[in-house]
């Protein structure tokens, strides 16, 4: 395994009325992040928030190329992007212990802080499908290339991590700088990691 620091391409925020960053999605040119009373959509080029959807939004956010998926009060609800509308909740698979989410393989892929594990589950009914585990407290969770990659958040040290997903072996590990943690996470699908800050209300573009 490989160990190596993070590159921070950018910073944005913090931003008025989102004191934290809990989940973080790409849609393919926005940004959405998950400030607890609702979704926010940023422009990554400018760094300016644009729409607002209120839904819970305590913790994972996913994007499946057409509709967004947000945990919030131990659910996860499925959104229509344009309109802002609910279209179907399931139960989260962690009760209210989830954080990160993705989107990859038809399936939806959730961590779970406190018991250190990424399911994957049924978008349809919530089923938990399979366990990875992890030794390590999971904040975010997404996929790039085929890769599946997540980060830690523990005694105020974050990593970011990819791993085997049939095994959760960690295949390559990234330190972030001291006092910063990450708690969503996203790839832009092609060279950049998007990382909620936590507490800090910012949000950070990585280097791949």
Not at 63 to 82: C, H, N, T
Not at 107 to 115: A, H
Request: hydrophobic residues 35%; charged residues 25%; aromatic residues 8%.
């Amino acid at each position: 395994m490989t160990k190596t620091k993070v590159q921070i391409l950018r910073e944005y925020g913090p931003f008025e009325g989102a004191d934290r960053i809990n989940g973080v999605t790409f849609d393919g040119e926005a940004v959405w992040v998950a400030t607890g009373p609702a979704l926010r959509s940023l422009d990554p080029d400018t760094g300016h928030l644009g729409r607002s959807i209120p839904v819970p939004a305590d913790a994972g956010t996913a994007f499946d190329g057409r509709y967004l998926y947000q945990i919030g009060e131990a659910s996860i609800r499925k959104i229509d992007p344009e309109s802002g509308t609910v279209l179907a909740t399931i139960p989260a698979p962690g009760a209210g212990g989830d954080s990160g989410m993705a989107w990859a393989e038809g399936s939806l892929w959730v961590g779970n802080y406190r018991e250190r594990t990424i399911s994957q589950i049924d978008p349809e009914t919530g089923e938990v499908l399979k366990a990875i585990f992890s030794d390590r407290f999971v904040t975010g969770v997404t996929w790039l290339g085929g890769e599946l990659w997540h980060a830690t958040w523990e005694e105020e040290e974050s990593t970011l991590r990819h791993i085997d997903p049939s095994n959760g072996a960690v295949l390559e590990e990234r330190v972030m700088p001291d006092g910063k943690v990450i708690s969503g996470l996203e790839s832009d699908g092609k060279d950049r990691f998007f990382c909620g800050g936590g507490t800090s209300g910012v949000l950070r573009a990585l280097r791949r």
